[in-house]
């Protein structure tokens, strides 16, 4: 069955420090790929989203993720985290079936001054 | 531009008293429509979507329902809530045909007592 993975349950990383979040899946064929960001008591927000071409893709908010098709990955980096960052990130797999999502079970963002 | 909103914000509810929970996209026809929940600690997990008015899948079993009685507006309810209804619930819309991208209103929240 397909299925997402985000390892790390929380992650602590000092302001100004970099930061990369993982996230693997498990699909047959090429996925279409999103991060979202959820900040305490909000919805979703879309930082980012994969679906062909560059495996480097650019988001909002300074993100960037990179699609190893190999590794079946697709982690979220950023070269310098602010204190705004805290919040927590969700790695999302469509099924090209139906799109409907197959979400990671979140990584919580904790930013030290 | 298209936007989302969902109400209330905040519901502090008895048990075994009903739930309704409505949600509007605005800028868009025909959207897809979904109702997550998200309880503490846990990831998202798809309660219903639907594909048109009056047109509802439910993925998960549970004393909840979801109704689509206008194009752009989706209700979930419920007649008697459990205290393991108690959740942060998100409606999301995304355009038919799209890649799954979803856009996410801003939560409701959900204390069952």
């Known amino acids: 069955a397909q299925s997402v993975t985000q390892p790390d349950i929380h992650i602590t990383v000092s302001e100004g420090a970099s930061l990369e979040l993982r996230c693997n899946y498990s699909y047959g064929a090429t996925p279409y790929l999103f991060w979202y960001v959820q900040s305490p008591g909000q919805g979703l927000q879309l930082l980012l989203k994969?679906?062909?071409?560059d495996t480097l893709v650019q988001g909002i908010k300074g993100f960037e993720a990179e699609f190893k098709r190999s590794q079946s990955s697709f982690n979220l980096r950023k070269p310098s985290v602010h204190w705004s960052d805290a919040a927590e990130y969700f790695c999302?797999?469509?099924?090209?079936?139906?799109?409907?999502?197959?979400w990671g079970a979140g990584t919580k963002l904790i930013i030290k001054p | 531009s298209q936007t989302i909103h969902q109400w209330p914000a905040t519901l502090v509810q008895p048990v075994g008293s009903p739930l309704s929970l409505e949600c509007t996209v605005e800028g868009t026809s025909n959207p897809n429509l979904y109702w997550y929940r998200q309880a503490a600690g846990r990831g998202l997990q798809l309660l219903f979507y639907?594909?048109?008015?009056?047109?509802i899948s439910s993925e998960v079993p549970q004393n909840l329902s979801a109704s689509r009685p206008q194009d752009r507006q989706f209700i979930l309810s419920s007649k008697k809530l459990l205290l393991s209804d108690s959740g942060f619930y998100l409606c999301a819309w995304r355009s038919t045909g799209d890649t799954g991208e979803l856009f996410f209103g801003e939560g409701s929240r959900l204390t069952v007592l």
């Open positions: 999302a797999v469509v099924l090209d079936s139906n799109y409907q999502l197959i």
């Open positions: 639907s594909v048109g008015i009056g047109q």
């Open positions: 994969y679906f062909s071409g």
